[in-house]
């Protein structure tokens, strides 16, 4: 069974940074985190949950929701494999949220993922912006 667990959440003041982390785990032999598609969301409370960005396994490609587009930056870690990152910059209060990584092995779009929601998910990490 696939497991994701997030790390790296925490107090940032308004326009400081922080980078998230995600690692995977429980593969089937042969596999890896290169086999799925990789999202990060978040969910705020009293607020639906919001796709962020995503490395979509069918093209490589990363895309960026509106509201992150230019401060978020979601990499993989090029040493190792089943590590992903979200690296958050120019935070604003309203980014306070709980923030979840999920992957998805199927193949869909990245409207898909960002609406209906990944297979395999993590318990999630608070970050919370506050001066």
């Known amino acids: 069974q696939v497991q994701l667990v997030e790390s790296g959440g925490g107090f940032v003041q308004p326009g400081g940074s922080l980078r998230l982390s995600c690692a995977a785990s429980?593969?089937?032999?042969?596999?890896?985190?290169?086999?799925?598609?990789i999202a990060w969301f978040r969910q705020a409370p009293g607020k639906e949950r919001e796709g962020l960005s995503c490395i979509k396994k069918a093209d490589g490609k990363t895309y960026y929701a509106d509201s992150v587009k230019g401060r978020f930056t979601m990499s993989r870690d090029d040493a190792k494999k089943n590590l992903v990152y979200l690296e958050m910059n120019s935070l604003k209060l309203e980014d306070t949220a709980v923030y979840y990584c999920?992957?998805?092995?199927?193949?869909?779009?990245?409207?898909?993922?960002?609406?209906?929601?990944?297979?395999?998910w993590g318990k999630g990490t608070q970050v919370t912006i506050s001066s």
């Open positions: 429980g593969f089937a032999s042969g596999f890896s985190l290169e086999d799925y598609s």
């Open positions: 999920a992957a998805e092995k199927s193949s869909y779009s990245v409207y898909y993922y960002f609406t209906q929601g990944m297979h395999h």
